[in-house]
């Protein structure tokens, strides 16, 4: 059965800091892996999709970025982070990109940027 | 500019009772539809979906509504637990499906 596992569940970071946030996903190969945002109050905002290795689709201007480094590896940075990067990361896959399917959530990462 | 929208924010049901979770969406080219729960501190857990080609899905004591013309989908679920409070979002996709649009979320209470 397929796995996403996403680290840290927690963190607290300052502002200034960089971020590396991972994502991986075992047991289905070419997935399209997803990182969402809730910000407090708010609704899942989708930040970056990626269809393959390296194909990396940003959907909001920010102060992030994502790589693909591996078919099942997604990574969420920030070189400088700002107090308004807090928030709850979501890291996400779903099976393919033919047809309509839901997607399957990691636990998410709790960031505070102080 | 939201594309789907969950205008209430939250929601109390007494236990054994319908819940109706209400979302709008103002994209005409979203096709494939989607529920989500989501407890605190957790990720979003897949509930139910539905195609534009439909207008009903039903899956044990969740129904899922949708009417095209009015840009409306309804969750139903009936009856309400206690186990079903929980953040419920709508999400929607359009052809290809590999970009899904998440509402605000509703916040359901059931009290026993």
């Known amino acids: 059965s397929q796995t996403i596992h996403q680290w840290p569940a927690t963190l607290v970071q300052p502002v200034g800091s960089p971020l590396s946030l991972e994502c991986t996903v075992e047991?289905?190969?070419?997935?399209?892996l997803y990182w969402y945002r809730q910000a407090a109050g708010r609704g899942l905002q989708l930040l970056f999709y990626?269809?393959?290795?390296?194909?990396i689709s940003s959907e909001v201007p920010q102060n992030l970025s994502a790589s693909r480094p591996q078919d099942r590896q997604f990574i969420l940075s920030s070189k400088k982070l700002l107090l308004s990067d807090s928030g709850f990361y979501l890291c996400?896959?779903?099976?393919?990109?033919?047809?309509?399917?839901?997607?399957?959530f990691g636990q998410g990462t709790r960031l505070t940027v102080v | 500019d939201q594309q789907v929208k969950q205008n209430s924010p939250s929601l109390s049901v007494q236990e054994g009772r319908i819940s109706i979770l209400n979302c709008d969406y103002t994209?005409?080219?979203?096709?494939?539809f989607l529920w989500y729960k989501k407890y605190p501190a957790e990720g979003p857990t897949f509930l139910i979906s539905?195609?534009?080609?439909?207008d009903k899905n039903e899956d044990g004591r969740f129904t899922v509504f949708l009417n095209k013309s009015a840009k409306h989908l309804s969750l139903h679920i009936v009856p309400s637990q206690p186990g079903d409070s929980a953040v419920y979002f709508c999400?929607?996709?359009?052809?290809?499906?590999?970009?899904?649009?998440f509402g605000a979320g509703t916040r359901l209470f059931v009290k026993a």
């Open positions: 996400a896959w779903s099976p393919t990109v033919e047809r309509n399917t839901e997607a399957f």
């Open positions: 047991g289905t190969s070419n997935p399209n």
């Open positions: 990626s269809i393959g290795i390296g194909q």
């Open positions: 994209n005409s080219m979203f096709d494939y």
């Open positions: 539905i195609s534009s080609i439909k």
């Open positions: 999400a929607a996709s359009g052809t290809g499906g590999f970009k899904t649009i």
